[in-house]
């Protein structure tokens, strides 16, 4: 943003505005916003800040009112993009969206403006927009942690298991939902036959759930003759509970056919560890 000729008293009383709200004492920076613009009336980065400070109080309607004040002097691209999250929070994405693409027009590198645009789309199911600008926002920022957990999900969506895994590479060091990524790594090479490798993914110690230990016994217990008249076609049967557990949120009942169904084909570790994940989501 560039306020022109910024009187130095209104650039002071900005300044300690600043301060204020980083100690958090949201109504006196407010006042001393309000001041800054009272002595320099064009000063779009206090009535940007104002908006920003009335979003954390939840007064929308004031946050709106001193973006749109901000845009009478310039069409900023970050006031647009605030303007933008606004009525993204209001599921208003269509209203969100025409402000996201036009702070792209007036900064197409935008990072947060290209990840905005991507949810909207994303919220719409419009999946190839999204990935566009999703993309976007990892060719600036490869480690973005939501917008390659988003791309993940696009991809894997789009059966581009590679792709899919080019995405959690970028982001297994940092990623805060460990089992979202072990999952997608699992399912991946599943997909893609590299089964030693979907073991890896999928293996986590659970001698320690007792629960476990008690259904691992009797899968050992059942005779070749038993497991087949209880399990059925077992290639065909993990196929399909596999893709339904991608698709939907599964119940304990599903998790455990299917790490039952990978015991039967001796990947005991692969099974473990889609049950602790499983329970893990369950959970959360």
Do not use: W
Request: proline share 2%; net charge neutral; glycine share 4%.
């Amino acid at each position: 943003m560039h306020s022109s000729s910024v009187p130095k008293e209104a650039i002071t009383i900005y300044n300690s505005a600043l301060d204020l709200s980083n100690r958090k004492e949201y109504e006196s920076a407010l006042r001393e916003y309000t001041r800054a613009i009272e002595i320099h009336p064009g000063f779009i980065e206090a009535y940007n800040n104002m908006g920003e400070i009335y979003s954390r109080l939840g007064q929308k309607k004031n946050a709106i009112s001193s973006y749109m004040e901000a845009l009478k002097i310039e069409r900023n691209h970050r006031v647009l993009l605030n303007l933008g999250v606004e009525h993204y929070n209001n599921f208003n994405y269509e209203s969100a969206l025409k402000f996201f693409l036009e702070s792209l027009g007036e900064q197409p590198d935008f990072l947060e403006g290209n990840f905005y645009a991507g949810l909207v789309y994303y919220n719409f199911r419009n999946l190839l927009e999204a990935q566009k600008y999703f993309n976007a926002v990892v060719a600036a920022d490869r480690k973005h942690i939501k917008a390659n957990y988003l791309l993940a999900y696009i991809y894997y969506e789009f059966k581009d298991y590679r792709n899919t895994l080019a995405c959690l590479d970028n982001i297994k060091d940092i990623a805060d939902d460990i089992s979202f990524i072990n999952k997608y790594y699992g399912f991946c090479y599943y997909h893609l036959g590299m089964y030693d490798k979907a073991v890896k993914f999928l293996t986590t110690a659970l001698e320690n759930i007792p629960q476990y230990a008690k259904f691992k016994e009797y899968l050992l217990g059942l005779t070749y003759e038993n497991k087949l008249r209880e399990i059925g076609n077992v290639d065909k049967a993990i196929r399909d509970l596999e893709a339904k557990i991608m698709k939907d949120k599964p119940n304990i009942q599903e998790a455990t056919r299917l790490s039952m169904l990978y015991i039967f084909k001796g990947k005991n570790k692969e099974a473990e560890d889609l049950l602790v994940s499983m329970k893990k989501r369950l959970a959360s």
